[in-house]
């Protein structure tokens, strides 16, 4: 087992207006994963995620990032150098007059020297691939597929072993879903950061994340690697989780020999070629 | 035959932008019918549905050139109630759509504008309501209610109104699993009512390409291709270098019949359960060789 | 899928709802208010907004919060909630006391008091004093209003006192803005939050400064907006005439749904009566001048100064 990021334990969430959302959730998350959460809306995604960087305070039980209890005042400052957020909309997350200090903004709230900060900033434009030459733009002039990695990159620059990104392809097309997700794949395997989506794409998912979390009115229904997750349609129906249509064709067709847990068409065509 | 639509030789330029979004489409849609749009993102979709429905030329400032028809009548020379009257319209951001402070508020506003009695808007929000499932939500506001929900409530605005032609610009994209397949629900039963012409743009092909009875992909301002979804879906190169995913069965199928696992002459399969079947038959053709 | 099961994931997708949304809170649907008519509600808040002007004596004033208070638990309006207007009303207290301690006017009539270092003149300091009760007493009626109300309800209040169709839609479209404005205003809070940002470290000066930076995304994100509110009015056949289909005349088909009860006309003929007693009373005999404050009687003969 790889060392544990974050540690959630009987974590219980109310919205002020008396609204549950969260009932006894215990998962951990460990370094270098590749997480999915999914569920339906109102299935307590968004507010798990906010636990899980300490925007939320639980209302029952903890959540333990790097040793941090959430619970605990004053360490916001802490937590964001740990985990990282990505909200859906970047114009949300981009209030800073250009892209220069847009990045800037976290390291200058975590206390950093100038010098580090700069540092900072360049590493996390490159890594980010936002070029130069837009630094002195002002962020709303950007098209939105730049926005969202100038939001990435802004996370970046805190240097966060984790990193949640909620709904990072609703709205885009297949082009740009797939440039995105490949940037996060890099971000996991190159630069070894945990990644947690939150998604309503089952491809998505399938294609990238190795361990998937399905939620379910608060609870945690289902959480183990993606292809075990998918080849249980059962329990995802309760979620009106449909797996990817190339893992229900397999499905359908097991009496032939062939797996309950392909999950995209070039594993069927060679689950199909050793099928007899 | 008559026609819903007819666009002759359009070409629109938004302005302050530098290429055209649009460059002279030719395109007929028969009435009544399922025309399924796909593409990729700033190729022209949008552009295309928005020339339709009005909202270019009446919303947006450009060159317009050439001529969209509905049901004959020329969309340019048609007010906002005019064209509300032929043309319904759902976006894709569940958000943006609402002007009212609740549900129910907005879905009898086109009602009023279009002068209905008092009677005659309880029957047809009634009915709205109904066959979009949202009756439970009248009374709330269309800020507390769920992606999915507000979605439903946009179409069920759009029906109460009754339009001949209904579009939807990627009316699942921006919700959960089970909103998409309600809405699916929904798309199904007008479809089989058979009394609207419908246009819907959907990254989702797999749930589309069944419904659809002609496939059409926008590239670069332009139609590209227009087929009846069994033949659209025949080449998935060609769509994926344009940015379109194929189902996934269908693509599994190709496979199948490049390598010749099945007939030639094997038609493509456009849901899971054609692609079950002719699987099937090549598992079980290959167990008797 | 067939409808019957459709209909059954719908039902589990809808939370019931045992509270209503306001624009300042939620209120449970069982809240006596909804009895009344939205016109009598609508009532009520002139009434509680209007009537603190008529009287200048603060002891009035703050019976009248109090009432308001009473009516918001009856009402079942989450008292606790109030917590947050607690800034506001300090501010504004400091701010007007200050303001006239700094720079009182000039005027041969007031008492100077030698308060250590600096003098205060008596007049336009209790002066001030009962100005700011009467203030508070109207904030109190506004917040009872829009703790209770929604943005329907005013709206239909509003078109049963004839205020045109169109003027009452602007007034809704931009409450509706003011909402997603503090949505949005709320997530980016967050956002920044999410960026290390730990405001309640923060010194005065630089939390303005925040508050300017909050601007940018709030106006990209209405910008973007307003394209597609207008394109949502377009879509559903409103025209800048306002022509309505078919020849006809506008119906108001939400308003058609309440009905004018026999509490609400009783309820506005009571708060109409105590209105005009109140106006009368103060006119003709001045009885709720500040000459007739007991604080203002007490604190003059304690210090000894005349009327």
Sequence with gaps: MTKTLITVEELDFTYPDGTPALLDV???????????????????KTTLSKCLNGLFKPTRGNVI?????????????????????????????????????????????????????????????????????????????????????????????????????DEPTTGQDMRQSIEVMNFLRRLWKEEGHTIIIITHEMRIV??????????????????????????????????????????????????????????????????FTQAT | MSYAVTITDLEWKYEHRKNFALKKVNLQIEENTFLGIVGANEHGKTSLVSAISGLIPHSYNGIYRGKVEVFGQVVQEMDALELATQVGLVFADPESQFTAMTVEEELVFGLENMGFELHEIRERLEWAAEITMIQDLLDKSPYDISGGQKQRVAIACVLAMNPPIIIMDEPTSMIDPLGKRLIFDILRKLKEAGDHTLIVIEHNVEQLA???????????????????????????????????????????VQWLKAEAHVPPETPLPITLEEGIEITQQALKSRRQM | MTTSTSSQAVQQGVRVAKARKTLLGHVPISSPFYKFHPVTRLIMFVFFGVIPLFIFVPEVNFALLLINLMLMRWGRVNLRGLRIYMPIIFTVAIFMFTVVILAPGNDPSYTPLQAGPITIYYQPVFFTFAAYWRLIAMLFGTILYF???????????????????????????????????????????????????????????????????????????????????????????YTLTGRVGRGGKRQDYIRSLYKIRSRDIIAIAAMALIFAATGYVQMRYGTFAIEHSPLNIWLRGQLGIPF
């Excluded at chain 1, 329990?235 to 009496?255: C, G, H, K, N, W």
């Design chain 1, 26 to 44: 215990n998962l951990s998350i460990g370094e270098k994963e590749f997480v999915a959460l999914i569920g339906q809306n109102g299935s307590g």
């Design chain 1, 65 to 165: 990032i790097e040793g941090i209890n959430t619970r605990q005042k004053g360490v916001i400052k802490q937590l964001v150098t740990k985990v990282g957020y990505v909200f859906q909309n970047p114009d949300h997350q981009l209030f800073n007059r250009n892209v220069w200090s847009e990045i800037a903004y976290g390291p200058r709230n975590i206390g950093l020297s100038e010098a580090e900060v700069k540092e900072r900033v360049e590493e996390a434009a490159q890594v980010a691939g936002v070029h130069e030459d837009t630094f002195d733009t002002h962020p709303y002039f950007l098209d939105k597929g730049l926005r969202q990695r100038v939001a990435i990159a802004s996370i970046l620059a805190m240097r966060p072993n984790t990193i949640i990104v």
């Design chain 1, 206 to 271: 399938a294609d990238y994340a190795e361990r998937t979390i399905v939620l379910g009115q608060g609870r945690v229904l289902l959480d183990a690697s993606t292809r075990e997750v998918f080849s249980q349609p059962e329990i995802l129906q309760e979620t009106y989780v449909e797996p990817p249509q190339i893992t229900r064709l397999s499905q359908a067709l097991t009496s032939f020999g062939l797996p309950r847990d392909v999950l995209t068409v070039e594993e069927m065509k060679e689950a």
């Design chain 2, 210 to 252: 069944p419904l659809a009875d002609q496939m059409l992909l926008v590239y670069e301002g332009n139609v590209d291709k227009i087929a009846p979804p069994r033949e659209f879906f025949t080449d998935a190169d060609y769509l994926n270098a344009r940015g379109v995913v194929t189902p996934e069965s269908t693509e599994f």
């Design chain 3, 147 to 237: 703790s209770t109300n929604r943005e329907r309800d005013m709206l239909v209040a509003l078109r049963t006192l004839r205020l045109p169709f169109i003027a009452s839609y602007v007034i809704g479209l931009s409450i509706r803005s003011a909402g997603m404005f503090m949505e949005d205003f709320r997530t980016i809070r967050e956002a920044e939050q999410a960026r290390g940002l730990d405001t309640k470290a923060m010194r005065f000066s630089d939390q303005v400064k925040l508050y300017m930076m909050y601007l940018i995304p709030l106006f990209s994100i209405a910008l973007r907006r307003a394209d597609e509110i207008s394109n949502a009015l377009f879509a559903r056949g």
